[in-house]
């Protein structure tokens, strides 16, 4: 068998041009599907890891699925901002469980700045590779792609620019500080800069009755504070060590919760920590968006139709917009799905008619092959194996160029679980390609097979 497989390649070898060209045909389709393939498994997996069980969007009126694509997997522009009096409403709804807010419109290097609470971290199974989560305004959680990217680590310091561009208007009077880095997730927390939505509020003026005091400044009074502050809860100031750290503790939960601090719990935490963080709010201020998670099956029926019906917001569901948004993408991978196997199939015709063009000029080869005892068996086995080598380099040569262009979107980096289920569906691709092609070579291999000796060596 090793014979017959040496004279396959060596016949091969022998007209390079019409094999090269076979090859390429194979390749350029196998190419296509394979890039296919990689682009179906990056989507349904993003598709699934950035949902992250979101059942509502609520955002300003516009267009349903910008506001999915803005808030969820923040490629586009916000539609919106909403009051924060008409959030109230939807987190006191009888039929919500909860309640994430999405505050948009700040970047760095491109990379957006989203202010929430930790509850978004926990809906996305965050998990910190260095630092500590974010607790009072301008603490910043970047992700594992913008600590790449950027080169910024805990402790580093920031400014962001107005809108999702590079260069923009730079807000240089607030600087954030990191103060921790995700572990890489595979979702769009990746690319994201968390902070407190009072952060944002801060860097765009939207804090009427609030202000921020950093470490340097924490001896200094809050110039924002209505007349007639109380003392810290006598309790609190007169407690021993342990209740101390009981009421920071508290205190530091709250704020990651994205809770306001009354001015008794302003001084307490001013006097325990040492950094006054107090931020009133009122309807003023405002949110991008609301992620919002049902308390049960009814929600999904009324809630949607009576946020866009009796409010001035919109309520659009993540599934069903994302749904559309695949829909559409699905007919054009359909369509270069459809036009790979075209030439695929074009290629198979190739190597059918190279191999039927090489039975008829070593006719004589094969008569004496068969004539130096080799079996009828053997003869076919040397046609396949010339269909067989062709496909598999072309197969060979379509992955590694889809990889090597791949690898020029660093954008859709593929983790290893997703390589592993890439690699099947390749492998499965090679098998439908050796099928395609041992049926193109069946008329040739047939030809061979029934060829008469004598016939054709006293001719």
Not at 85 to 107: F, N
Not at 184 to 189: C, E, I, M, R, S
Not at 367 to 377: E, P, T, V, Y
């Amino acid at each position: 068998m090793l014979t017959i497989l040496k004279i396959a390649l060596a016949k091969l070898y022998h007209k390079p041009y019409n094999s090269a060209l076979s090859i390429v045909l194979f390749a350029i389709g196998v190419a296509l599907i394979s890039l296919i393939i990689k682009a179906e498994t990056y989507i349904n997996n993003q598709y699934k890891a950035n949902l992250a069980g979101i059942d509502l969007v609520v955002g300003a009126k516009g267009s349903p699925l910008q506001l999915i694509l803005s808030s969820v997997l923040h490629v586009d522009a916000p539609t919106g901002n909403i009051s924060l009096d008409e959030v109230e409403k939807i987190k006191r709804h009888p039929l919500v469980q909860q309640t994430i807010p999405i505050s948009l419109g700040d970047s760095y290097k491109e990379y957006r700045i989203v202010g929430t609470n930790v509850d978004y971290l926990n809906q996305y199974a965050c998990n910190l590779n260095a630092g500590e989560v974010f607790i009072k305004p301008l603490d910043a959680v970047i992700g594992a792609n913008v600590a790449k990217k950027t080169g910024l680590d805990v402790g580093g310091t920031f400014a962001g620019v107005h809108g999702f561009m590079e260069e923009g208007h730079s807000h240089d009077n607030f600087t954030y500080t990191v103060t921790g880095i995700l572990k890489h997730a595979g979702n769009v927390t990746d690319n994201l800069i968390l902070t407190p939505t009072e952060s944002v509020w801060m860097v765009h003026g939207g804090k009427p009755d609030s202000c921020t005091e950093h470490e340097h400044e924490h001896d200094e009074t809050c110039q924002h504070h209505k007349h007639g502050e109380h003392d810290s809860h006598p309790s609190h100031s007169d407690s021993n060590e342990s209740s101390d750290d009981e009421a920071l503790e508290h205190l530091q939960h709250k704020l990651s919760q994205g809770e306001g601090l009354s001015d008794e719990e302003a001084q307490l935490y001013n006097k325990l920590k040492g950094e006054l963080v107090v931020h009133k709010t009122d309807a003023s201020e405002s949110i991008t968006a609301l992620l919002v998670f049902y308390k049960n099956p009814q929600a999904a029926i009324s809630l949607p139709r009576a946020i866009n019906q009796d409010t001035n917001l919109q309520a659009a569901s993540p599934v069903i917009e994302m749904n559309r948004l695949i829909a559409l993408l699905g007919f054009g991978l359909d369509t270069l799905r459809v036009l790979a196997w075209l030439i695929i199939i074009i290629s198979s015709l190739n190597i059918f008619i190279y191999l039927l063009s090489l039975f008829n000029q070593s006719k004589y080869e094969i008569a004496l092959i068969r004539l130096a005892g080799a079996s009828r068996f053997k003869v076919v086995t040397l046609m396949y194996f010339q269909g067989i080598i062709l496909s598999t380099i072309g197969w060979l040569t379509g992955i590694l160029v889809s990889y090597a262009t791949w690898s020029c979107l660093p954008q859709f980096e593929l983790s290893g679980g997703l390589y592993y289920a890439v690699v099947q569906k390749e492998l499965i691709l090679l098998a439908y390609c050796t099928l395609i092609v041992l049926l193109a070579a069946f008329l040739p291999a047939l030809r061979a097979y029934s060829s008469n000796i004598h016939f054709t060596l006293s001719h």
